[in-house]
């Protein structure tokens, strides 16, 4: 399941790659994950890290979490010049890094239900994003090589951190895993405000609330679905 998931980042980079892909639908798509992740962030998260840590160290982590993404965001902006889905990338590496570390820990003695509901939620952020940041970074001017070679980078890092937390974290605690949960809903709630909504308003802005509360519903559906 972890290069399932992963995967879907190769597969989204490909298809706005190398298949038609219209405005309209790619900010009808980023929204669509931006939904998702709206549930992601809370649901799996947030609420996780809540039930361990105290509001005070849940709300540092929460801000670390979105200052380390904002500075990073930022250096790529405007000291490096990194445009046109860089901060989809960063998103994705920022949030799915310790998201994949709780993932490959809750792996351990999961249920088959469980595991193919947290698979598709993540799934469904994944691919979209993917797919919409690799054709932004193409017409930026990077050529499709080199856009292919970033995120596959990015799907290789993600799937190490599964499997690091799969083999080595099964005892680290509950403690570091809230830690990694919270700082990672800080930094994907900073890029839901200032890289994925914008630039899915920009191309759609029409469907781009219709596609919002579609990915919420599906990605809430499949928490349900495994029993969360």
């Known amino acids: ?17 190398y298949l038609p892909l219209s405005k309209s639908w790619e900010g009808f798509l980023i929204a669509l994950a931006g939904g ?46 990194a445009a046109g889905g860089i ?24 249920d088959p239900l469980s595991v193919a509901a947290l698979a598709g939620s993540i ?26 070679a970033l995120w596959t980078g ?20 509950a403690p570091p895993l809230a830690y990694m949960r919270s700082f990672a809903a800080g930094a994907v709630t900073a890029s839901l405000a200032t890289e994925i909504f914008p630039k899915a308003f920009k191309q759609e802005h029409f469907g781009t609330g219709i596609a919002i509360a579609l990915g919420l519903i599906v990605a809430y559906g499949l928490t349900q679905l495994s029993g969360g």
């Open 36 to 81: 998702a992740l709206i549930v992601s962030v809370m649901l799996e998260m947030v609420e996780p890290a809540g039930q361990v840590l105290s509001f005070a160290a849940l709300a540092a982590s929460l801000a670390a979490g979105a200052l380390c993404f904002t500075l990073a965001d930022w250096f790529l902006s405007e000291k490096m010049r």
């Open 123 to 148: 799934l469904l952020s994944n691919l979209p994003e993917a797919a919409g940041g690799a054709k932004q970074m193409h017409k930026s001017g990077r050529s499709k090589p080199a856009v292919l």
């Open 154 to 173: 990015a799907a290789v890092l993600l799937a190490a951190a599964a499997l690091a937390g799969n083999l080595l974290l099964a005892d680290a605690g």
């Open 87 to 110: 901060g989809l990338l960063l998103a994705i590496t920022l949030d799915g890094v310790p998201e994949n570390l709780a993932l490959g820990v809750s792996l351990i003695g999961a």
């Open 1 to 17: 399941m972890i290069f399932v998931v992963t995967g879907a980042l190769l597969i989204g980079a490909l298809w706005g790659l």
